[in-house]
């Protein structure tokens, strides 16, 4: 049996579906000659009677109908591939595999990501917790489509777009003597005992808090080095240390801590790194998302 064609399909549902030749032919934009010998030859291919010939014009035999019922998906199968072809030139369709570090999860990268899937609905999205580094080699290779931290090193064939800064502030236990100031200042925070992160890699936060400390005329008191920002935070809730985290950090709930803005501090910033180059089209669009985004939340 040779393959069968889409429009031996097409038209041999046309005439299911007409009852008739003269009336598909029509319908298909064609004469009724040509179309009669496709439905001959498709039945030869087939090798079963797809139609009974009658002088009303032509019914389905059973075998027939059950031809039909396979027919429509073969055709639906076949438009659905070329449409989602289309889409995935367009960058509508496929699959976002997005890396993520430390407190950039909190805030801005579920609030832009969530706007990216409403406008795609046909791209799903992967979530991936990576170090900077992870992040790069995956985002080299191709493993991954962008990532999101802060303090990336230049890499060839890596680019690094800010898409957001946001303010500093001190996480401190409730009850501390500062929350009576309302702020703080960092030199405030000369004489607290202090939990840094994350531990590795570096450089890092951790590292631009030390320099911030430096640079008010003290070296930190790090008593503890945490991985995250959350275990961080449960070291000020818990030990009664003292931490400086981003706004978006800020969202974490713990019983017995509390914020105060570091009215001094820089602004931080949340980066993404993508592939340098020619981006592909989901990569593409989702820059246009982000590009927006960013320019939105400024």
Aim: proline letters at 7%.
């Amino acid at each position: 049996m040779q393959a069968v064609d889409i429009r031996q399909l097409e038209c041999f549902i046309a005439v299911a579906e007409e009852g008739h030749v003269g009336r598909a032919a029509l319908r298909l934009h064609m004469t009724q000659p040509p179309l009669t010998r496709r439905i001959n030859r498709l039945e030869r291919e087939v090798g079963v009677r797809l139609f009974r010939r009658t002088p009303a014009g032509m019914e389905l035999t059973e075998p027939g109908a059950v031809f039909l019922d396979r027919a429509y998906r073969i055709v639906r199968l076949s438009e659905d591939a070329v449409e989602r072809t289309r889409l995935a030139e367009a960058g509508q369709v496929g699959q976002l595999v997005v890396g993520y570090f430390g407190s950039t999860i909190f805030e801005a990268v579920p609030r832009l990501l969530r706007g990216f899937l409403q406008a795609h609905p046909e791209i799903t999205l992967t979530l991936e917790r990576a170090p900077k580094d992870v992040q790069a080699d995956a985002v080299r290779d191709g493993r991954m489509h962008a990532g999101f931290s802060r303090s990336y090193r230049d890499e060839p064939g890596l680019k690094v777009r800010c898409i957001q800064r946001e303010p500093l502030f001190a996480a401190v236990p409730a009850g501390h003597p500062l929350l009576a100031q309302g702020e703080v200042r960092v030199a405030d925070l000369r004489d607290e005992r202090m939990v840094l992160f994350p531990a590795a890699p570096r450089p890092s936060f951790a590292d631009e808090v030390s320099q911030l400390c430096k640079q008010a005329g003290f070296a930190v008191r790090a008593v503890r080095e945490a991985e995250d920002a959350v275990t961080a935070l449960a070291y000020v809730a818990a030990g009664g240390l003292c931490t400086v985290v981003p706004r978006s950090a800020t969202t974490i709930a713990l019983p017995g801590l509390r914020y105060l803005p570091l009215a001094d501090g820089p602004l931080l910033e949340l980066s993404c790194l993508h592939r340098a180059g020619e981006p592909s089209p989901m990569l593409r669009a989702f820059l246009r998302h982000l590009d927006s985004w960013s320019a939105a939340a400024r």
